[in-house]
């Protein structure tokens, strides 16, 4: 996740570096809202998904 939002720091920072005076920027914020909020339901349902049902006592090396 921090490589996606840095990613994006990066490409914000030299866009508006780079871009000329002349032209407005006009942002759509609804789409920008739905898509930060996609991104961090999607991220905890594949979180969920993915991560271990039972993880055992991986400490305890006895064999029985």
Do not use: D
């Amino acid at each position: 996740m921090a490589a996606v939002l840095g990613g994006a720091t990066g490409w914000g920072l030299a866009a508006a570096r780079n871009w000329p005076g002349g032209i407005p920027v006009v942002m759509n914020w609804t789409a920008v809202a739905t898509v930060l909020a996609l991104t961090l339901v999607l991220s905890a349902a594949y979180g969920a998904l993915a991560a271990p049902r039972h993880v055992g006592n991986t400490l305890n090396r006895t064999e029985t």
